[in-house]
């Protein structure tokens, strides 16, 4: 084939021969499979998709180059490069090396593919880089240059950014890198007019096998810039780590994630240019597209939960990481709420509650709730935790009827923004609604939006979420209770909620409590005398009436009784 495409129609063709003469074709849609009984070599400028090396005599590669856009797969034998080896990366796809029994030698060339301006967490799959060997494809800034500097490493024990010195540093492990078009070398980018897109390239010897990793714990960071939510837990900041994929193939973080010792947050996380934003991902659920799957020569962030944690945590990537199918394969469907944040129309951030297996609590968990980094310049919304945690994703156990989950903002004083339910499949029974505690008004966010203007003195905690069943723990005055019968009665007076505990069927003293729709005690009294009225009154909050259970309870045999009421 001296030129032209060959599809192979998703089949693998198998060559037991050699490959010679002036090939300038693209073998696409398929696998060819290099299966001879003695040594093969390929001959001729070629791209494929898809070749699996499967001869343990092994396949060499003359000086004409081979371009890959698919998945080089190491079956059995030795691949010799004679440096010759390109995987190619597009705008919609990227080249990768499955491991197996095979072997390779030589150099590789890795390509990774930039589109949107900003900065880029990078690293490389090919061992001994520097920072000189992406100077051929961009231009970097070092540390002393007066137009600022665009490389930086993170020292995850201090906590700090540190800036690139000179283009001999070490490219290894998590990078934050900007590019622009003003950092693109003249003539350079995919369109060789020295502006984005551009295709970052290093040759060298792809990485394999185990690969060490160090996290460190940092409790009070260094770096000043570090961007905290108002009022948040000094935990949101320590124990970040920037690390990389640092093989030629995909990354799974759900083995990775099983593989790291000590505790860690559920999530990677990586700063998106393009949205200006973090996008996160657990292995099952995540954000701005993201899935299981960390793709070469990327950088993630990764946070160690250990706060106690007073030396480095280090462990090793296997192969057993790595994977090249298709990341869409990882995803599951999940019952999540997604709200969004919005200024003049333009949507500023996100935030997710989700319902899952797992026996998750209220409280941080770092197997489900996803920490919320800021994103800068934006207005900003997450859900807190119980013990106070920002958290971009909070996962609440399935077994919940629902629950009040509290919600903060940031943004600029005095600036209107508007909340909208984005996305929902919680059950079909569940209310959601949002409550404003700085106005006390209650809104259906199924049948429309919210708009608010914002108060930085009270936007730590401005909402409430009520995302509960319609049917959970309420019970219509006159339905029963314990006894089958009503117990007790109850009026509102006022501001008086009047308790009349004279009936026959109680006992000498008794436990008052009152709890709102999600379930959510908000007052309690023990040792009432039932001989008689009990009056009392809670503030609720609200400019309007709502609905409140209160339960009468026996404190020697646990026996309930309930009425409902407005309030």
Do not use: C
């Not at 570090?226 to 995909?250: C, E, K, R």
């Not at 990481?321 to 333009?346: C, M």
């Amino acid at each position: 084939m001296n030129e032209g495409v060959l599809d192979l129609g998703g089949n693998t063709l198998t060559i037991t021969g050699d490959i010679i003469g002036s090939v300038s074709g693209f073998l696409r849609n398929g696998t060819v499979q290099f299966a001879g009984s003695s040594a093969q070599t390929i001959t001729g400028t070629t791209s494929w998709d898809d070749i699996q090396i499967n001869n343990a005599n092994g396949v060499t590669i003359e000086n004409d180059t081979q371009s890959v856009y698919g998945v080089v797969t190491l079956t059995d034998g030795a691949l010799s490069t004679n440096d010759a080896l390109k995987l190619r990366a597009t705008d919609t796809s990227y080249a990768q090396i499955e491991p197996g029994s095979g072997s390779l030698s030589g150099n590789v060339t890795y390509e990774m593919y930039i589109s949107q301006a900003g900065w880029h967490n990078i690293a490389s799959p090919i061992a001994s880089m520097t920072l000189a060997d992406l100077e051929d494809d961009i231009i970097i800034n070092y540390d002393g240059n007066a137009a600022g500097v665009s490389a930086y490493y993170w020292n995850a024990g201090s906590g700090d950014f540190v800036a690139a010195t000179a283009n001999t540093d070490n490219f290894t492990g998590g990078w934050n890198v900007f590019i622009n078009n003003n950092f693109i070398a003249s003539g350079k980018g995919v369109n060789n007019d020295g502006n984005l897109p551009v295709i970052l390239d290093l040759t060298g010897v792809p990485n394999d096998g185990s690969q060490n990793i160090t996290l460190d714990y940092a409790a009070i960071p260094a770096w000043s810039g570090f961007s905290t939510s108002q009022g948040g837990a000094a935990t949101d900041t320590a124990g970040w780590n920037l690390i990389a994929n640092p093989y030629p193939s995909n990354l799974d973080w759900n083995q990775v994630n099983k593989d790291i010792p000590g505790t860690i947050n559920g999530y990677y996380y990586i700063w998106d240019p393009g949205a200006g934003s973090y996008v996160y991902h657990n292995g099952s659920t995540g954000s701005g597209g993201r899935t299981a799957t960390i793709a070469p020569m990327q950088a993630v962030w990764v946070k160690l939960d250990e706060s106690d944690a007073t030396s480095s945590t280090a462990f090793d990537f296997a192969n057993a990481d790595r994977t090249v199918s298709n990341p869409a394969a990882h995803l599951k469907i999940f019952e999540q709420i997604e709200l969004g944040l919005s200024e003049a129309s333009e949507l500023s951030d996100v935030t997710y509650a989700v319902r899952d297996q797992g026996g998750y609590s209220l409280d941080y968990d770092s197997r489900g709730d996803a920490i919320k980094q800021l994103n800068p310049g934006k207005a900003n919304i997450y859900f807190f935790t119980n013990d106070s945690l920002p958290v971009a994703i909070n996962t609440i156990d399935q077994s919940y009827s629902g629950d009040s989950l509290m919600i903060g903002v940031q943004g600029e004083n005095g600036v209107v923004y508007e909340v909208d339910l984005r996305q929902n499949s919680f059950p079909q029974d569940f209310k959601v609604e949002l409550f404003d505690r700085k106005t006390g008004t209650i809104t259906d966010l199924k049948s429309s939006s919210y708009t608010f203007t914002n108060d930085t003195a009270f936007s730590e905690h401005r909402f409430n979420l009520y995302a509960v069943s319609k049917t959970v723990g309420i019970e219509e005055p006159g339905d029963g209770g314990a006894g089958g019968q009503t117990a007790f009665g109850v009026v509102t007076r006022g501001e008086s909620i009047i308790v009349d505990l004279s009936s026959s069927q109680l006992p000498p003293e008794v436990d008052i409590d009152v709890v709102d729709i999600s379930g959510r005690i908000i007052y309690e009294k023990s040792g009432i005398d039932s001989n008689g009225e009990f009056e009392f009154s809670f503030d609720t909050g609200l400019n309007q009436a709502y609905i409140y259970v209160v339960r009468v309870k026996n404190p020697e045999t646990g026996e309930m009784w309930t009425e409902k009421i407005f309030y």
